[in-house]
């Protein structure tokens, strides 16, 4: 089990930049597959970005819709995540949260740990 808190949310202009991190306990941080979800009002969880563990080199991972815009990086000795997002869209707005797993997947499912989120709002 590991404990994962979001940080770094908040209200930005379409075409800003904010860069959300996760601070995660334990020892095996680098191990585990890291993922960035979003839950806007109304709508389900979606994938936005995973970066994998040590054992598959920290291959990184991102929905069609941030491609380009948002970087996700990883950092073991602070075991810490970050999304870095740039060019940022109203419809980026949305909960963000940061999830550990032992699988680099865009499935919530295959995510067995989770911060409890932040919210991202972007304005016009």
């Known amino acids: 089990q590991v404990q994962l808190v979001e940080s770094g949310g908040g209200l930005v202009q379409a075409g800003g930049s904010l860069r959300l991190s996760c601070a995660a306990s334990?020892?095996?941080?680098?191990?585990?597959?890291m993922g960035w979800f979003r839950q806007a009002p109304g709508k389900e969880r979606e994938f936005v970005a995973a970066?994998?563990?040590?054992?598959?080199?920290?291959?990184?991972y991102y929905a069609d819709s941030v491609k380009g815009r948002f970087t996700i990086s990883r950092v073991n000795a602070r075991n810490t995540v970050y999304l870095q997002m740039t060019s940022m869209k109203l419809e980026d707005t949305a909960v963000y949260y940061c999830?550990?797993?032992?699988?680099?997947?865009?499935?919530?499912?295959?995510?067995?740990?989770w911060g409890q989120g932040t919210q991202v709002t972007v304005s016009s």
């Open positions: 334990g020892r095996t941080f680098s191990r585990y597959a």
């Open positions: 999830a550990a797993g032992s699988v680099t997947t865009g499935t919530t499912k295959e995510y067995d740990n």
């Open positions: 970066i994998s563990g040590s054992g598959s080199g920290y291959t990184t």
